[in-house]
């Protein structure tokens, strides 16, 4: 069992940036893949990113690369996620997940594969 918290939030200006931070708590001693999905309003959840235990493979939206990063603490099992050049259309409640896995795996896409999820948090950006 493995608990997420997000953090991080806010309202940002387009073209602006925003860091957002999972902790991962409870049976975290053996490997798993974390990745972000966001939700807006009306829309389907949807995939953004997500990295491998051993961070040797990442997955990205389309809509995020070149834009967003994903970095990995695992001695203090957090991951982070640096939102650069934001958009209007980057709007959405974004959520933290993580399923257990092999630590050179290839993250997965598909929420459904996600076990464990944090309660959301909201990212505001105004045009």
């Known amino acids: 069992q493995v608990q997420l918290v997000e953090s991080g939030g806010g309202l940002v200006q387009a073209g602006g940036s925003l860091i957002l931070s999972c902790a991962a708590s409870g049976r975290t001693f053996s490997s798993y893949v974390m990745g972000w999905f966001r939700q807006a309003p009306g829309k389907e959840r949807e995939f953004v990113l997500a990295?491998?235990?051993?961070?040797?493979?990442?997955n990205f939206a389309d809509s995020v690369k070149g834009r967003f990063t994903i970095s990995r603490d695992v001695a203090k099992n957090t991951m982070f996620l640096q939102m650069n050049s934001l958009k209007p259309e980057d709007t959405a409640v974004y959520y933290c997940?993580?399923?257990?896995?092999?630590?050179?795996?290839?993250?997965?896409?598909?929420?459904?594969?996600?076990?464990?999820w944090g309660q959301g948090t909201q990212v505001t950006v105004s045009s």
């Open positions: 997940a993580a399923y257990y896995s092999g630590a050179y795996d290839t993250p997965k896409r598909n929420p459904s594969d996600y076990r464990y």
């Open positions: 990295v491998n235990w051993s961070g040797s493979s990442t």
